[in-house]
Nanobody
Framework: QVQLVESGGGSVQSGGSLRLSCAASLSTITNYCMGWFRQAPGKEREGVATIGRDGNTRYADSVKGRFTISRDNAKNALYLEMNSLKAEDTATYSC???????????????????WGKGIQVTVSS
């Protein structure tokens, strides 16, 4: 059974940094688009960033210039480097994978097929 497991969350002060990791338990992530999402208490889940199989990326406006999504296909891993964190970045962050998007470029946020359980990120002001 394919699983996505996040790690690297925690608590940090405003202006600090965190690096999230997502380990995928499948033979390879090479051909798939993957992404990071977050959900704050009382709010809907929102897409943060996606990365295509060719390395192309897309970001939510709220995180552009502060967050960087990357992947290591050899390790079946996805990462999210978060810098200049703000209190409004506080949320549960989840990674996801889109098994059906086969084009080049970064996929959208709506087609994800599998999600991790999520990990908490808390930014104190």
């Amino acid at each position: 059974q394919v699983q996505l497991v996040e790690s690297g969350g925690g608590s940090v002060q405003s202006g600090g940094s965190l690096r999230l990791s997502c380990a995928a338990s499948l033979s390879t992530i090479t051909n798939y688009c993957m992404g990071w999402f977050r959900q704050a208490p009382g709010k809907e889940r929102e897409g943060v960033a996606t990365i295509g199989r060719d390395g192309n990326t897309r970001y939510a406006d709220s995180v552009k210039g502060r967050f960087t999504i990357s992947r290591d296909n050899a390790k079946n891993a996805l990462y999210l480097e978060m810098n200049s964190l703000k209190a409004e970045d506080t949320a549960t962050y989840s990674c996801a994978i889109d098994f059906n998007f086969r084009a080049y470029g970064a996929c959208g946020y709506d087609g994800m097929d599998l999600w991790g359980k999520g990990i908490q990120v808390t930014v104190s002001s």
